[in-house]
């Protein structure tokens, strides 16, 4: 069955930046849109960008327009998610998963930006 490992995250202050990776397994890969979803202590589970399954189409939330950018590499079944000017509201566990999610989902990877 499919599983998603997720990478990348750590510790950055304010206006720094990352990039987070997902591999993912399955046979079916290439066929799905990816998305990144992020939750924060307390809050549910959002989504922040999704990409077409061939990559040639991508979404992302008001919250994270102009400074995230998601990407995909189907021969190698990556997700990325470059995140620039990261602010503390950006502190959350990452995960991803299909656009449309299944019910099971990696560990996340925490990205915390505080100063």
């Known amino acids: 069955q499919v599983q998603f490992v997720e990478s990348g995250g750590g510790l950055v202050q304010p206006g720094g930046s990352l990039r987070l990776s997902c591999a993912a397994s399955g046979s079916i890969f290439s066929l799905k849109s990816m998305g990144w979803y992020r939750q924060a202590p307390g809050k549910q589970r959002e989504l922040v960008a999704t990409?077409?399954?061939?990559?040639?189409?991508?979404n992302y939330s008001n919250s994270v327009k102009g400074r995230f950018t998601i990407s995909r590499d189907n021969a190698k079944k990556m997700v990325y998610l470059q995140m620039n000017s990261l602010k503390p509201e950006d502190t959350a566990v990452y995960y991803c998963?299909?656009?449309?999610?299944?019910?099971?989902w990696g560990q996340g990877t925490q990205v915390t930006v505080s100063s």
């Open positions: 998963n299909f656009g449309d999610p299944l019910n099971y």
């Open positions: 990409i077409s399954s061939s990559g040639r189409s991508t």
